[in-house]
T-cell receptor, first 118, second 112 residues
Framework: DGGITQSPKYLFRKEGQNVTLSCEQN?????MYWYRQDPGQGLRLIYY???????QKGDIAEGYSVSREKKESFPLTVTSAQKNPTAFYLC?????????????????FGEGSWLTVV | AQSVTQPDIHITVSEGASLELRCNYS??????LFWYVQSPGQGLQLLLK??????LVQGIKGFEAEFKRSQSSFNLRKPSVHWSDAAEYFC??????????FGKGTRLSVIA
């Protein structure tokens, strides 16, 4: 079945270390997204990519980096510059942006990754 | 700026009572609207969505939502709440070339 796979589900890291979260999709989607969730803050957009080798900053990109070398993969690196990295991270994908609302343009979400920095 | 507002951070209802969760959006273009539910420690589950047509949409688990363009609202309702509905609920909007934007969520508690 097609879907999004995020790994690892749980990750512990020491402060000052970079960490990379994996997001892979086999849906042949062009657009992929990374969100961060904190209690009371909802889900906030970190980065998104509309096509291979291109990506844009979201609302809270500082301290994060991404790459989109392959259509199916959109890894997120949480760098040591991110002041409060402990959070739940969610990856998503859509067939494309701009959003058209057509039937095939459904939003898919991964199961999320919990990152704890100590 | 485009935004989604969920005015209620936390709502407590009695089991069997009716529920309405509010959502207001601010978008220039035609919005496509969603409601998601998240149980503790879990990912997101889509409850319902509005793209066009009938402004009253039915979703899973007995939920419905009404799109009111004049009020820029997309409120979620359920006639009779069950204890298993306790969770966090997110309204979200996507429009044109703008990625999905979420509200801050409303936490629902259900008491006996």
């Amino acid at each position: 079945d097609g879907g999004i796979t995020q790994s690892p589900k749980y990750l512990f890291r020491k402060e000052g270390q970079n960490v990379t979260l994996s997001c892979e999709q086999n849906l042949n989607h062009d657009a992929m997204y990374w969100y961060r969730q904190d209690p009371g803050q909802g889900l906030r957009l970190i980065y998104y990519s509309q096509i291979v080798n291109d990506f844009q900053k979201g609302d809270i990109a500082e301290g994060y980096s991404v790459s989109r070398e392959k259509k199916e993969s959109f890894p997120l690196t949480v760098t040591s510059a991110q002041k409060n990295p402990t959070a739940f991270y969610l990856c998503a994908s859509t067939l494309r942006l701009p959003w058209t609302g057509l039937g095939e343009n459904t939003i898919y979400f991964g199961e999320g990754s919990w990152l704890t920095v100590v | 700026a485009q935004s989604v507002t969920q005015p209620d951070i936390h709502i407590t209802v009695s089991e069997g009572a009716s529920l309405e969760l509010r959502c207001n959006y601010s978008y220039g273009a035609t919005p496509y609207l969603f409601w998601y539910v998240q149980s503790p420690g879990q990912g997101l589950q889509l409850l319902l969505k509005y793209f066009s047509g009938d402004t009253l949409v039915q979703g899973i688990k007995g939920f419905e939502a009404e799109f009111k363009r004049s009020q820029s609202s997309f409120n979620l309702r359920k006639p009779s709440v069950h204890w298993s509905d306790a969770a966090e609920y997110f309204c979200a909007v996507i429009s044109g070339n703008t990625p999905l934007v979420f509200g801050k969520g409303t936490r629902l508690s259900v008491i006996a």
